[in-house]
């Protein structure tokens, strides 16, 4: 048996069903022990950033391993871009890379990297593969500190090696979650149950780490009165009409939520590193629970921290808690919540001009015209604005998005890995059209595999999301426009369904049609340019920054500024 055929039955054992990549000299035995084979899938991309992009997007979707490749040199520099995304959002990737020659290493080769430097950074786990006897080793613990420690290893595999025989030896993969719990002790449940008892107005900020536990949550969260808020990694595991569901938290959160933060005495942080400091209450008491024992306490100052897995905590402490009576704070929040919605609800409204589409009713449109079970992919920029607060996500669907790299490009790729995760599933790419245009080549990924991806393109001609932050700083707008293609054309070059709305009028019949398009499908909408993405708590300086900014723009000629 060849090395990279035992590294494939290993990957198989673990349950990977695709390798996203680009196919280069370096790694052409791995791509000849796929073609033998019938277990995985090789799915040729445009360009391997999107390859680790959708690898990333399907590991956090399915919580299992995925798997990008490159080449040699260039291939492997490639991939970096996805692989920080992965290793950002704690997704278990696995990346395959080429590299010169073994005998070669070191002697300035043609196309040499220092991979395993170049890699130092991203990977929790890195490998160079020098000896056909380090198998089924050292792939075994590369996938299994991808799987168990939630993040990206790195296998580097010389040409001349990938093609040796390895022994015949037996291996055991342990593919996903066990069952095993991170208890609390009982003496943080103790001192947990005394101030939770204690408080009167009690939220809830739950995170990633309660995405298995979403019932054990909402049995808490009704047992104390208290609302919810969620992280934006969080925003599916509860469907955001459920009473007890006050909103996001931070700059694309909503009021209802701000609210819930600001008004509560004690703030029991479930899984979540919710990184924005200025968001956290400043007089509440602060309870965070998670499995990473290193997060606690480097957001806030005087928070009790317990290490446990969420789902072990909330079934420990649950029984240990009394009903509450208080409700004060829910019916605040509440109130809050439903006015925020209403005044959103005006923003989305199609009625609300008669001549522009705002980017407010894209997103509740595709609320309403969704279906259980559909999946979201969401770019960077002021896409995500609009997706977070105005998306109402319903049962079972999932909203994926680059979430603390904050990429650019992401939906497109990310709806590839998806859809091929889910193919029973609606897939919708929220794709801003600068984020579009920087992987548009996928679009051909797409038509060539025959994957219905629905790419809804925000189309304002603008880095919308970077001139909001150059007017918050007091800066006039600059070099944020964008030259845009005919979308509709080029999709339908492409092989695939292509249309563009204007009129907000004709918006959701458009809507229609690109959701229940055969194949790829990608709607260009004409969103207004100067929508503005404004936070739920604004503060003094951004207001007066943006009103000087937009007084230099209106003043400026030729440059200069009169």
Request: hydrophobic share 40%; proline share 5%.
């Given at each position: 048996m060849r090395l990279y055929e035992q590294l494939l039955d290993i990957l198989a054992e673990c349950g990977v069903k695709q390798i996203f990549g680009v196919?280069?000299?370096?790694?052409?035995?791995?791509?000849?022990?796929?073609?033998?084979?019938?277990?995985?899938?090789?799915?040729?991309?445009?360009?391997?950033?999107?390859?680790?992009?959708?690898?990333?997007?399907?590991?956090?979707?399915?919580?299992?391993?995925?798997?990008?490749?490159?080449?040699?040199?260039?291939?492997?520099?490639?991939?970096?871009?996805?692989?920080?995304?992965?290793?950002?959002?704690?997704?278990?990737?696995?990346?395959?890379?080429?590299?010169?020659?073994?005998?070669?290493?070191?002697?300035?080769?043609?196309?040499?990297?220092?991979?395993?430097?170049?890699?130092?950074?991203?990977?929790?786990?890195?490998?160079?593969?020098?000896?056909?006897?380090?198998?089924?080793r050292i792939a075994i613990e590369a996938c299994h500190a991808a799987i168990h420690d939630r993040g990206v290893s790195v296998l580097t595999i010389p040409h001349d090696?990938?093609?040796?025989?390895?022994?015949?030896?037996?291996?055991?993969?342990?593919?996903?979650?066990?069952?095993?719990?991170?208890?609390?002790?009982?003496?943080?449940?103790?001192?947990?149950?005394?101030?939770?008892?204690?408080?009167?107005?009690?939220?809830?900020?739950?995170?990633?780490?309660?995405?298995?536990?979403?019932?054990?949550?909402?049995?808490?969260?009704?047992?104390?009165?208290?609302?919810?808020?969620?992280?934006?990694?969080?925003?599916?595991?509860?469907?955001y009409d459920h009473p007890l569901v006050a909103g996001g938290l931070g700059l694309l959160g909503t009021r209802g939520g701000v609210q819930a933060a600001d008004d509560c005495d004690l703030l029991l942080v479930l899984g979540s590193d919710f990184p924005y400091r200025d968001w956290y209450p400043e007089k509440a008491s602060i309870i965070r629970v998670d499995v990473k024992g290193r997060v606690l306490g480097r957001r806030t100052a005087g928070e009790f921290g317990l290490v446990a897995d969420c789902r072990s905590f909330l079934m420990e402490i649950i029984p240990r808690l009394s009903p509450s009576k208080e409700d004060d704070h829910l019916k605040t929040v509440q109130n809050e919540k439903a006015k925020g919605d209403t005044a959103m609800a005006k923003r989305a409204s199609i009625d609300r001009s008669a001549d522009v589409i705002h980017p407010q009713s894209v997103t509740s449109l595709l609320s309403e015209l969704s279906e259980e079970g559909d999946i979201?992919?969401?770019?960077?920029?002021?896409?995500?604005?609009?997706?977070?607060?105005?998306?109402?996500?319903?049962?079972?669907?999932?909203?994926?998005?680059?979430?603390?790299?904050?990429?650019?490009?992401?939906?497109?790729?990310?709806?590839?890995?998806?859809?091929?995760?889910?193919?029973?599933?609606?897939?919708?790419?929220?794709?801003?059209?600068?984020?579009?245009?920087?992987?548009?080549?996928?679009?051909?990924?797409?038509?060539?595999?025959?994957?219905?991806?629905?790419?809804?393109?925000?189309?304002?001609?603008?880095?919308?999301?970077?001139q909001m932050e150059q007017e918050a700083e007091g800066y006039p707008e600059h070099e944020t426009d964008l030259f845009n293609p005919a979308y509709p054309l080029l999709a339908k070059s492409f092989g695939a369904w292509g249309e563009s709305v204007s009129d907000p009028r004709q918006l959701e019949n458009a809507l229609r049609r690109a959701l229940d398009a055969e194949g790829p499908a990608l709607l260009d909408v004409h969103i207004a340019t100067s929508e503005l993405t404004w936070p739920p708590k604004l503060e003094f300086e951004e207001a007066w920054g943006f009103a000087r900014a937009k007084f230099k723009e209106w003043f400026q000629v030729e440059g200069e500024t009169r």
């Amino acid at each position: 048996m060849r090395l990279y055929e035992q590294l494939l039955d290993i990957l198989a054992e673990c349950g990977v069903k695709q390798i996203f990549g680009v196919p280069g000299d370096a790694i052409n035995p791995l791509i000849e022990a796929l073609r033998k084979q019938d277990r995985i899938r090789f799915i040729h991309v445009v360009h391997e950033e999107a390859g680790a992009l959708a690898a990333s997007a399907q590991a956090k979707l399915t919580g299992n391993l995925a798997v990008c490749a490159g080449t040699v040199g260039p291939g492997a520099i490639h991939l970096l871009n996805g692989l920080y995304d992965a290793a950002k959002d704690y997704a278990p990737v696995l990346a395959l890379t080429g590299q010169v020659p073994s005998v070669e290493i070191g002697f300035n080769y043609h196309q040499e990297v220092d991979l395993q430097r170049l890699f130092s950074d991203v990977a929790l786990f890195r490998a160079n593969v020098s000896n056909p006897s380090q198998m089924p080793r050292i792939a075994i613990e590369a996938c299994h500190a991808a799987i168990h420690d939630r993040g990206v290893s790195v296998l580097t595999i010389p040409h001349d090696i990938g093609n040796r025989d390895v022994p015949d030896s037996s291996f055991q993969v342990r593919s996903g979650e066990n069952g095993s719990r991170l208890l609390p002790s009982e003496s943080d449940l103790n001192q947990c149950v005394s101030t939770i008892e204690k408080a009167k107005k009690v939220t809830i900020l739950y995170g990633e780490g309660c995405r298995r536990c979403s019932g054990e949550l909402v049995q808490l969260a009704e047992l104390l009165n208290a609302p919810m808020i969620y992280s934006l990694k969080a925003k599916d595991i509860v469907a955001y009409d459920h009473p007890l569901v006050a909103g996001g938290l931070g700059l694309l959160g909503t009021r209802g939520g701000v609210q819930a933060a600001d008004d509560c005495d004690l703030l029991l942080v479930l899984g979540s590193d919710f990184p924005y400091r200025d968001w956290y209450p400043e007089k509440a008491s602060i309870i965070r629970v998670d499995v990473k024992g290193r997060v606690l306490g480097r957001r806030t100052a005087g928070e009790f921290g317990l290490v446990a897995d969420c789902r072990s905590f909330l079934m420990e402490i649950i029984p240990r808690l009394s009903p509450s009576k208080e409700d004060d704070h829910l019916k605040t929040v509440q109130n809050e919540k439903a006015k925020g919605d209403t005044a959103m609800a005006k923003r989305a409204s199609i009625d609300r001009s008669a001549d522009v589409i705002h980017p407010q009713s894209v997103t509740s449109l595709l609320s309403e015209l969704s279906e259980e079970g559909d999946i979201f992919t969401c770019d960077t920029g002021a896409v995500t604005v609009w997706g977070a607060r105005h998306l109402r996500l319903k049962k079972d669907q999932r909203f994926l998005l680059s979430f603390n790299l904050a990429t650019m490009a992401f939906a497109m790729p990310a709806a590839i890995g998806a859809q091929l995760s889910r193919p029973d599933r609606r897939v919708v790419s929220l794709s801003g059209d600068g984020g579009f245009n920087m992987l548009m080549g996928e679009f051909l990924t797409a038509v060539k595999y025959q994957l219905p991806i629905k790419v809804i393109l925000f189309n304002n001609r603008r880095l919308g999301l970077i001139q909001m932050e150059q007017e918050a700083e007091g800066y006039p707008e600059h070099e944020t426009d964008l030259f845009n293609p005919a979308y509709p054309l080029l999709a339908k070059s492409f092989g695939a369904w292509g249309e563009s709305v204007s009129d907000p009028r004709q918006l959701e019949n458009a809507l229609r049609r690109a959701l229940d398009a055969e194949g790829p499908a990608l709607l260009d909408v004409h969103i207004a340019t100067s929508e503005l993405t404004w936070p739920p708590k604004l503060e003094f300086e951004e207001a007066w920054g943006f009103a000087r900014a937009k007084f230099k723009e209106w003043f400026q000629v030729e440059g200069e500024t009169r």
